[in-house]
């Protein structure tokens, strides 16, 4: 149990860390959340055009709409822009409530690999770090690369480095200290 608890919170500790700088200090998602000098013109019309909060794909069609209808709306948009908007009525920040349930989770997800690595018997350096790393892997394709298959996203690249670098990392710690007598 102390292995888990203490692998845990180390390695949720390692992929928090690397969060935040990848966020904050490099700036890798920049792409995906870019400066516009047009922003308060474009919140404003978002503001008298939005009646609800809400993720806003653009152009779609309202639900209930034929397939025939979906289809020819479709067609009629090829080559033409297109947006995704989420919107949100007030900005809140609470970023310490924020990074604390950020912090929990990645503890939480930590806790959840080293029990399954556990249950490997004798589980080698190479095998724990290779289950971290591959669990990356997992947690990049099910979410960003899924979702950039449908709505392409700007920093896809960025969050490939997040999976592969946090994980490659946290697993360099797991295969040293879940290894030890």
Not at 58 to 67: A, I, Q, V
Not at 114 to 126: D, E, H, Q
Request: glycine share 8%; hydrophobic share 45%.
């Amino acid at each position: 149990m102390k292995k888990t608890i203490v692998g845990a919170l180390v390695g949720g500790i390692i992929i928090f860390l690397w969060q935040f700088l990848s966020w904050t200090i490099l700036d890798l998602h920049r792409s995906a959340q870019d400066y516009t000098p047009k922003q308060d013109s474009i919140m404003s019309y978002l503001n008298t055009h939005l009646d609800k909060e809400g993720g806003y794909a653009m152009p779609t069609t309202p639900k209930g709409t034929s397939m025939e209808e979906c289809k020819k709306v479709m067609e009629q948009s090829l080559g033409k822009p297109w947006a995704s908007v989420q919107y949100h009525k007030s900005f809140k920040v609470d970023m310490g409530m924020n990074m604390a349930r950020g912090l929990i989770v990645d503890i939480f997800m930590v806790g959840l690999l080293c029990w399954m690595l556990l249950k490997i018997s004798n589980a080698s350096f190479g095998t724990v770090f290779l289950g971290a790393l591959f669990t990356g892997l997992i947690v990049f394709l099910n979410a960003p690369y899924t979702m950039h298959i449908w709505y392409p996203s700007f920093d896809l690249m960025a969050h490939l480095k997040d999976a592969l670098i946090s994980w490659g990392v946290c697993g360099l710690w797991l295969g040293w200290w879940l290894r030890r007598k």
